[in-house]
């Protein structure tokens, strides 16, 4: 019986040492309040991605037993905008001109809800502007935009074409658009759209500092953010009325290098737009982890726009998460080089149920890791070395007298 209990014993102290010695591995953790059902949605705070690996490969969700440590599967879902996007027949009835411009009508088979006309034409500088119309009959026509531009601009120092007519929802038979032009419009094709858009959910950014410099035709937007978060959307505001179109850089800081000079900055791109008077200047970014990001305006020969400010803004990450046996969990992160967990619910169709209440946290508490133990040197003391080599040199000598005695 005193051999089972040992075997037993030695047993459970094992599995709880490898157990919490999977926890150990992380470096931060934080407890989940809240777990009263199998489904829970984890938002991960943003204090989180301050230590994340750059793909977010290291988040696990630990529940600590007496005797075990489980691990939680979840599935990771970001709130991007959700497009149902359906391209809607029709027919060009008519395409004619006179001194307004040209018009070019289209017919759709039936009845359907459309808010986005793209224009496909091939010239490569014009500076238009555009009429669009609806009617039911051809008879009374209502109008769905005035004086709406397109342009394109094709030189060496921009590439930049808007041609995509976008409107409020219009259910209308028949179309009716004006190109104001003296010369025909190159209109290669025509693609009639219907644009459902669930749009995403962003968490707004404190920004900690905002600075605009000037550099050999350049504006150098440089933006601090008080902590290292993911980043999914730029806005700038503008405050020139005058028409504009500006290639622009979005970088995020890498790294830095101190020198004599002071800190070097290592920036590396995140995407290359353009600035224009005809858009909103909210820019899509793919998703980057950075707490420091720069803005380049190439203004070329232009006088430098007048940048008063900026968003920063990312979609909200959510776990959502399978507890199955009662446990501490913890929220955990933070280990260089981790694989993306593996996961069965991620490969097969989950049945969610329709309301997942939301978990709370608990504070970050850092996890200790095991100490290694440091073994002392055989001699702490010096004296015991000096000591050590005066007897050895003292042997030797007497050793060496002795011997030259006996050849004598």
């Known amino acids: ?22 926890m150990d591995s992380y470096s931060k953790k934080i407890a989940l309040k809240g777990i009263d059902s199998q489904w829970h949605a984890i ?6 991605f301050a230590d994340v690996n750059t793909n977010m490969s290291d988040i696990r969700i630990y529940g600590v037993t007496a005797t075990d440590t489980i691990e939680a599967p979840y599935l990771h879902k970001i709130s991007k905008a959700e497009n149902a996007n359906s391209e809607i027949s029709f027919n060009l ?7 307004k411009g040209y018009f070019f009508t289209y017919e759709l088979p039936q009845k359907e809800t459309i808010n986005e006309i793209l224009l496909n034409i091939q010239d490569l500088n014009f500076n238009w502007e555009v009429t669009l119309e609806g ?12 004086d709406y531009r397109i342009l394109s601009i094709n030189n060496d120092q921009t590439n930049y074409s808007f041609t995509s007519l976008k409107f409020p929802d219009a259910n209308y038979r028949y179309y009716r658009v004006l190109i104001k032009s003296t010369e025909k419009p190159n209109l290669t094709s025509v693609n009639i759209l219907k644009k459902a858009k669930k749009d995403a959910e962003y968490r707004d950014y404190e920004v900690e500092s905002f600075k605009v410099s000037q550099e050999n035709k350049k504006t150098i937007i440089d933006i601090d953010l ?3 978060v993911p980043l999914n ?22 790294d830095s290098v101190q020198t004599e000079k002071g800190f070097h900055y290592n920036y590396r791109p995140i995407a290359t737009r353009t600035l224009s008077s005809m858009e909103d200047n909210s820019f899509q970014l793919p998703g980057t982890l950075a707490n420091k990001v720069r803005v380049i305006v190439l203004n070329n020969d232009n006088q430098p726009l007048k940048i008063s400010g900026t968003k920063l803004k990312g979609y909200v990450h959510t776990l959502t998460t399978r507890f199955t046996e009662p446990a501490t969990y913890f929220l955990v992160y933070g280990k260089q080089n981790a694989n993306f967990p593996n996961y069965d619910i991620t490969k097969t169709t989950v049945s969610l149920p329709d309301k997942i209440t939301k978990l ?3 504070s970050v508490v850092e996890i200790p890791k095991p100490e290694t133990e440091i073994s002392n040197p055989l001699f702490e003391n010096k004296w ?10 003292a042997l030797l000598g007497y050793f060496t007298i002795g011997m030259m005695k006996k050849e004598l």
């Open 93 to 99: 009835l008519n395409s004619v001109n006179n001194s």
């Open 233 to 254: 959307l730029l806005k700038l505001t503008i405050d020139d009325k005058i028409d504009y179109y500006r290639s622009i850089s979005i970088q995020y800081l890498v």
């Open 226 to 228: 008080t902590k290292r």
């Open 43 to 48: 938002e991960i705070p943003n204090d989180v």
């Open 384 to 393: 015991w070395l000096w000591v050590i080599i005066g007897v050895v040199i």
């Open 135 to 146: 009617t039911q009959d051809q008879k009374q026509w209502f109008t769905i935009l005035e």
């Open 1 to 22: 019986m005193k051999l089972n209990y040992s075997f037993l014993f030695l047993t459970a102290f094992l599995t709880i040492s490898f157990c919490f010695g999977q």
């Open 360 to 362: 709370g946290f608990g």
